[in-house]
């Protein structure tokens, strides 16, 4: 038996514009439909044509492009109360944006129809109806049953008619909204199943679309299909309002890797959904989630020693999918809890590992800097410099000879405070002497540094500070305890941690940096001296 | 019919643990564990007590603690093959750690006994029973069966031998592991199912363990409780390995509130889960999680202008519960209300609660704060000194005019690192002017005002830093990052924590330690000037 495709609906841009944070630019808007074009989505919903003219603008434009067999789809409510279709602002905008599909939103709660639109029930029916019909001379209509499950829990009957209005008028797919997200998947399940048998008449399809709310918004989806859903609405890294949609990169690895009877995006691979989520997360400007399931940077990484031991041998034992199956790959982190094992892998990196005698001076040295508080689990590049040491790779591109910081407030009151560093430091034969003010402490010293080396190594000019996290290690002796630092840097193209301890937080910080600024120089492979 | 009491295991401090980035101080441990007796979670697990000093230090001191009816539990394998368990290291830290519940682990998957463990299928059960016994005859004993999904679906018969191994032993629970986190809740639940009926003739309890690579551990947790299951184990914000355990955070919430048949903590209210949530999050040093279901800022949190004006008709009908039932509360973005439940609660503590006026005046002003990065989970001292000061019963006992640091390393070498403090200050109309060294800025900062203190306040000798953390937070501006300091103090009586932020980490260090300062001298009741 061949397996059922499930198409996928994308709302990124509009649903999952309203989560907190989110803003997308028209040019973002763009980018990422065609993104989601390119690795297959059935349909692309981009915005709300009325009276946003951002969304306007991203239907002209994305008209001209060709995306295959995707769809973008206009999002807009059913036309206003006491007005015909075709005079409705909106339907007119729906219809204006010229595109292949049209989502219609509809009310299906008795209660927000006659105390939030304040119509009657049979006005929201027709309501409904109407707009629907009208759409659909124009294009494919989706209708969104709005507040579905809960409608159906307050009044099923009129729930149910809703749907049957839009059936009538044309829509192709009835898809049940649990808008506010608290919907457990035994309601969903059972919920899905009365609706399809009570629209048995109709020949239609059924969609389903869901919020996180009780952090079971992919459960829910995944219910609602096997209860007959053949269209699943959501967002990419599951963006959107309070808790967030249904995350269709964890709806669509469920789907069609895990459970047996589904495929979706007609069968392509899904070796694209990592790249996608951190394109998604750079365009809107946030953070990546490390533990998102499949595509996170820590959704296969391995820490505890014992695991990693069981890992070498027999990784599929110890991992519910190939993490390549979705473009995700294996890490192995190096931590306090990890024997042995985990160094080996990482060695693997530097094709060092049947060096035995290597490898235990590695371990050793490992051990002796995680005694006094280092950790190399977010610090994959000082571990990478540490390897270099002593593996005798490692070459210093500048000689720090010495810095200082000096930071305080002036007598003319609180709050006015300053900070400012000086570096003495080498590059070959040169010596540079150089001061900056910064922020704080750090700052400061980051931008000293970079004033010193900058006329030597250029390329540190396309490389940033973007995190910085502190941590006492003993907390035991309260200040005079060691502190860890941790320095996230970036470039155009990657990511790497360094680490720096010392009961001195700016000897920890200048660490850190040096180390950070160490590892950009060498995976550029700069020449020393510049 | 009366709901069913789903017992609450937490592995925060174990499984918890492992998670990238994540790792508890002794101190940490203790707070945290405290904090879960308190909100009545059944059982807490504790830690690893082989050879690992820091559990094994966390076991003695939690032991002289009253924790109610919370059992700590230890953590550890099965016993060493060819070994008798009496003389199994592990068996004998387990039996040292002197818990009122040991949680054994022993393997499920037949490959794994085989394959990693390097056992026959024979030796592994045996390993299981008589490991089981040896501790059952100390304590409590819940048996943890690893990769039990896994190992049922490669070898059923085989993994149900093992739970009877465990069930014949002693134990009082067996444990069912998705440990890979990648099984379906449909699979789960009938799983779950054939192992109860399974085990029919043993009149044992079970558990369910689940971790959330394909986004359902929650799911799964309900789908096993649904299906027999009475205890659930997972963490405190879902924190752990790769993408983590089940939130036991939304697992309470869905038995408790969503779910009809259930409660959870004999019944008491969930009104603390959004402070224990962040409590965890401060004490482990990392990022909310805005999106976090139920207890996260943005979980309540309403933007599109429909919906704020329906939530002001009709708030039930678009929230899923009442957020006051979990203890957070609704946002509504255009004005920033939050933490007014936990100010109110802080407040009772002045007797001011009454007093409308001066509510709101504290009110906003630590919005104020908050949107300067401020937060006052772990900060009780600050804010309230930030209440006397608003209520005016705030007394200086000194007047600080300025402070500097100077720190760095000596030419001679790296490493060789030094930090100054200087600080100048008024005690009533006595001028000071001090100056100190220290292992660090923080350090040196510290000794110089105790300095400039010590005469005009002997009672500061008692008192000492226990605590430091930082953090790097967004700061509404915009501009630079700010610095969040935390720091925790203490004497023989109390621990007290106090909070600075700034844009230079020195600045927000002492604002954080005039205020721990100024609160000891406020409880102590100190006459201003000495």
């Known amino acids: 038996m061949s397996a059922k495709n499930i198409r996928i609906y994308d709302t990124t841009l509009r649903d999952g514009s309203q989560g907190e944070g989110v803003s997308f630019s028209l040019q973002d808007k763009l980018n990422i439909a065609r993104r ?7 349909y692309v919903e981009g915005g709300y044509p009325l009276s946003n003219e951002k969304d306007v603008a991203f239907f002209e434009q994305i008209r001209k492009d060709d995306l295959g067999d995707t769809k973008i789809c206009a999002f807009g409510m059913t036309r206003r109360r006491s007005m015909k279709a075709a005079d409705d602002p909106g339907m007119k905008a729906l219809v204006a944006a010229q595109t292949p599909c049209i989502t219609l939103v509809g009310k299906t709660w008795d209660y927000h129809a006659t105390d939030v639109l304040n119509v009657t029930l049979d006005e929201n029916l027709a309501m409904i109806g109407e707009s629907a019909e009208f759409l659909a001379g124009h294009s494919e209509v989706i209708y969104d049953a709005e507040h579905f499950f809960d ?25 049940m909204c649990d808008t506010n997200g608290g919907t457990l998947p035994e309601e969903v399940a059972a919920i899905t ?12 399809q059924f969609g389903i679309h869901t919020h996180n709310d009780g952090e079971l918004a992919v459960a829910n989806s995944l219910a ?12 990419i890294n599951g963006i959107g309002e309070r808790c967030g949609n249904a995350d269709l990169i964890s709806v669509m690895a469920n789907l069609a890797l895990k459970k047996k009877d589904y495929s979706v995006l007609g069968g392509r691979p899904l070796t694209h959904l990592t790249e996608l989520s951190r394109y998604v997360y750079e365009t809107a400007n946030l953070q990546w989630r490390g533990g998102q399931p499949f595509v996170g940077q820590s959704a296969f990484a391995h820490k505890g020693g014992m695991h990693v031991h069981a890992i070498n041998k027999a990784a599929s034992t110890y991992e519910h999918i190939d993490p390549a199956m979705v473009g995700n790959e294996r890490r192995i982190l190096v931590s306090e809890l990890s024997g042995r094992s985990n160094i080996v892998a990482i060695a693997k990196q530097h094709n060092i590992e049947d060096d035995r005698g290597l490898m235990d001076k590695i371990l050793a040295e490992v051990v002796r ?6 950790q190399y ?32 407030d002036r007598e003319s009151g609180s709050g006015n405070v300053f900070a400012e560093a000086i570096i003495k430091l080498e590059v070959g034969e040169k ?40 941590r006492v290690v003993d907390s035991s002796a309260g200040t005079a305890a060691s502190i860890r630092v941790n320095i996230e840097s970036s470039d155009a193209s990657e990511t790497w941690g360094t680490i720096g301890v010392s009961e001195n937080i700016i000897e920890a910080s200048w660490q850190a940096l040096v180390d950070a600024v160490e590892y950009k120089l060498h995976k550029e492979e700069m020449p020393l001296g510049g």
Chains 1, 2 share one sequence.
């Open 36 to 42: 989601l074009a390119e690795i297959g989505i059935d």
């Open 193 to 204: 199943a009365t609706a399809i048998e009570k629209l048995a008449d109709y020949n239609i």
């Open 431 to 470: 010596l540079w002497f150089d001061a900056a003010e910064g922020h704080g402490p750090v700052n400061a010293l980051d931008a000293a540094l970079r004033k010193a080396l900058i006329d030597s190594y250029p390329c540190l000019s396309e490389m940033r500070l973007i995190d910085y996290k502190v």
């Open 369 to 374: 800097l995680e005694n006094q508080g280092y």
């Open 377 to 408: 689990e977010n610090a994959g590049a000082s571990f990478d410099l540490l390897v270099r040491r002593i593996t005798e790779t490692f070459m210093p591109h500048f000689n720090p000879i010495k810095y200082r910081i000096v930071a305080g």
């Open 224 to 235: 609602s299909v096997d209860a007959g859903a053949c269209q699943v609405q959501g967002t």
């Open 151 to 175: 409608g159906f829990k307050a009044n099923p009957d009129y729930a149910i008619e809703t749907l049957k209005s839009a059936a009538s008028a044309g829509a192709t797919c009835l898809v």
